[in-house]
């Protein structure tokens, strides 16, 4: 990270992070650290009223829609609502390979 530079949380953390250096990397090079939107878990977004849980979705909705916004492979399957239980046998016995999923009517 270059100095002064702002640092974005990608997700959810759950373990330590042993090789985070806070004096080396945090003061020295005054960095600001980020987190993302994330509605949910019963706290409001930090700029609640201006954005809540739906506008948020209508948000991300318009952009994909528009093609703004693209995540190749993040929705995976995507499939007809005849072949669900194909879909719920590969999370049953892969789910590493599900990440979100789709059914198309």
């Known amino acids: 990270m270059r100095v002064g530079g702002t640092i974005c949380s ?11 250096w806070l004096g080396r990397e945090w003061h020295h090079n005054r960095l600001t650290m980020i987190v993302p939107h994330g509605c949910g ?5 930090r700029d609640y009223p201006l954005w ?3 506008r948020a979705y209508d948000c991300l909705a318009s952009m994909m829609h528009q093609g703004k916004l693209n995540a190749p492979g993040l929705i995976q399957p995507i499939a007809r609502l005849q072949d669900m239980p194909e879909v719920f046998r590969l999370i049953r ?7 979100k999923y789709a059914v198309r009517f």
């Open 41 to 45: 878990w019963g706290h409001p977004p």
């Open 10 to 20: 990608a997700g959810f953390y759950q373990r330590e992070a042993h090789a985070l």
């Open 93 to 99: 016995e892969a789910p590493d390979k599900v990440i």
């Open 52 to 54: 809540d849980e739906q």
